[in-house]
């Protein structure tokens, strides 16, 4: 009764054995490559401009009579004041001083007033006080990005020296400089810091956001065929061809050709190619 097992068990053994190869042949045998899965993010489409800081208003504060000479000064450049608040005292020919107020609220951004020099109504001003606290940055963009701007659209201003501020699109110019090509925008900046005339900012301006699928922009080759993306089915390369959209933070928006969840190189190189079987090794968060 046993000798009919025996055969049985010979093909069993044999049938594992060529499972076994099977199996082996069908394991990657190529490199060991980092991948990581497209995900979904959102990007905000901003457009930068440079430009110089001016002041949107200044108020002149000037004596309204002739004759008269600083006696004292309570103000000086970079002051904060409000309207009404007393900035100087002048001496009059005949005796007695004149008091000399903030006609409006505002950064002192110059002053000329010094004891003892003549004041004048048609002289220089004794101090200029930018309006309300309030500048403009006076920037120039590419044309191609005017069509973009909106007046209200936020924006983040640097400038050396004062940090970042919240500013916001005041107003857009109406035609476009022919020599170079760019137009002008007025982004309005209001803080109670002082800000130098003249001085150099840029402005990054938040004109819209595009939420799609998201990869590192070392996942991106560029190729004769376009712009492609490596991604691994059943452990080889497939190429997929994209279109891409915005960037931000070493990351690259995928407007067509992945979608979420697809496993993709994460370095793409030439030395791997459509059908090459790998080894994938999911990157870690400290990679990605």
């Known amino acids: 009764m046993t000798r009919p097992i025996l055969p049985a068990l010979a093909g069993l053994l044999l049938l594992g054995v060529q499972s076994a190869a099977a199996a082996e042949n ?6 060991a490559v980092t ?18 800081i001016i002041a949107r208003d200044e108020t002149a504060v000037r004596p309204e009579r002739p004759g ?25 020919p005949e005796g007695g001083t004149v008091q000399v107020t903030a006609p409006v609220a505002g950064v002192i951004s110059a002053s ?8 004048s109504g048609r002289g220089e001003a004794l101090f200029s006080i930018v309006t309300r606290s309030e500048y403009d940055l006076v920037g120039l963009v590419p044309t191609s ?8 659209q936020q924006a983040t201003v640097r400038i050396a020296g004062a940090g970042d501020l919240d500013g916001k699109v005041r107003r857009i110019g109406p035609t476009i ?7 002008m925008v007025y982004i309005g900046i209001s803080t109670p810091r002082r800000l130098l005339i003249n001085a150099s900012g840029r402005a990054l301006i938040k004109t819209g956001q595009s939420c799609n699928v998201a990869v590192p922009l070392t996942a991106v080759q560029y190729s004769p065929a376009g712009t ?16 891409m959209g915005l960037l931000s933070g070493g990351q690259v928006e995928i407007r067509e050709g992945l979608n979420e969840g697809d496993i993709v190189v994460a370095r793409a190189g030439a030395l791997l190619r459509e059908g090459d079987p790998v080894r994938p090794a999911m990157a870690s968060a400290e990679t990605k």
């Open 68 to 92: 008269l000479k600083v006696a004292d000064v309570l103000a000086e450049a970079g002051d904060t004041v409000n309207a009404g608040q007393l900035l100087a005292k002048l001496a009059l």
């Open 26 to 31: 069908d394991a990657p045998r190529g490199p």
């Open 228 to 243: 492609v993306v490596q991604v691994i089915r059943r452990n080889r390369v497939e190429t997929k061809r994209v279109e």
């Open 177 to 183: 400089q022919p020599a170079i090509q760019q137009g």
């Open 35 to 52: 991948v990581l899965k497209a995900a979904k993010s959102c990007f905000n489409d901003i457009v930068e401009a440079s430009g110089t």
């Open 145 to 152: 990005d005017v069509r973009k701007l909106a007046v209200n």
């Open 112 to 119: 000329t007033a010094q004891i003892g020099a003549p004041a």
